[in-house]
């Protein structure tokens, strides 16, 4: 469950068979021209090799706005993607899955704001591009408690709460313990019956943090996005794997990671009948990671 995200491409529904259709119409669209953007100087430096346009501009608005944090008692300046215009309707909130960033909506996050809806973008904690030099616990708890002080402090209107993978079980975790914050859910090739990080929560940290300087191994990370995408070409291939691992790169990576790991990740299957939402759920029937 946890291997599904490390690709970091976007969520596309039946990725696995449309990964080379999908990549010829973006090249015969944009040709792949790499965009001169500036970054801001929170981001690694790696990110200036990214070739991919959207991802690059999408980089280029992601920000650190402050989230005072109830169960720790520190304020982190976290990282975003905010909406061009704020509207009076609900706005749409994208949360990313396991070891990602708001850059797996880097296709998806263009068209919403096309469509004329209010779009955030939201690193979860622990992963993304927020400034955690003062590390703070990482588990589920703490997630929540800063997904809900973010809301609070910046969004405030009850949100259309949209989660892949893990971020299902974040979406699903979040809206039964703050229910009032959210109007709608739509969850995408939803990992919600995983019962969290299972034996990875009994290891040894030595051996925790092997696991993870493994989980960050440029090997892994392409083998993730070639399962994901069916027919990539190697620049692709290579670009959104240096995407979907562009995070890893900040110093505190290792140790928020192997917080969560060890604070035993999400349980939400008894939570799924306490959602009173309206709630969408999309898959696509030929993906070959999770079993839908």
Known sequence: MLFANLSAGPPIIGAKSTGKFMNQRLKAKYNFKVLACEFSAFLPKEVE??????????????????????????????????PKTQLNTSPVVLLHGFDSSCL?????????????????????LGWGFSDLEKLPSCSVDSKRDHLYHF???????????????????????????????VDKLILIDASVY????????????LIAYAGVYLLKSLPLRLY??????????????????????????????????????????YNVTSYIRQVKQKTLIIWGENDQIIDY
Not at 76 to 82: E, F, G, L, T
Not at 194 to 201: M, R
Not at 243 to 263: K, N, Q, Y
Request: proline letters at 6%; glycine letters at 6%; charged letters at 20%.
């Open 194 to 205: 995983a019962e969290g990080t299972g034996d990875l929560a009994k290891l040894p940290k």
């Open 224 to 265: 993730a996005t070639s399962l994901a995408f069916n027919g990539l070409e190697w620049d692709t291939c290579f670009d959104w794997t240096n995407i979907g691992r562009l995070h890893c790169w900040l110093p505190w990576w290792e140790d928020a990671t192997v917080d969560f790991m060890i604070s035993g990740g």
């Open 104 to 124: 797996e909506w880097r296709y998806t996050l263009p068209l919403l704001e096309e469509a004329g809806l209010e779009t955030w973008a939201i690193d979860v």
């Open 49 to 82: 090799n990214i070739k991919d346009p959207f991802a690059r501009n999408l980089a280029s608005r992601i920000e650190r706005l402050p989230v005072n944090l109830s169960l720790s008692k520190t304020c982190i300046m976290s990282s975003c993607v905010k």
């Open 151 to 181: 809301w609070k402090s910046h969004i405030k209107r009850p949100m259309m709460l949209v989660g892949p993978s893990l971020g299902a079980a974040v979406a699903i975790d979040f809206v039964v313990n703050y229910p009032e914050a």
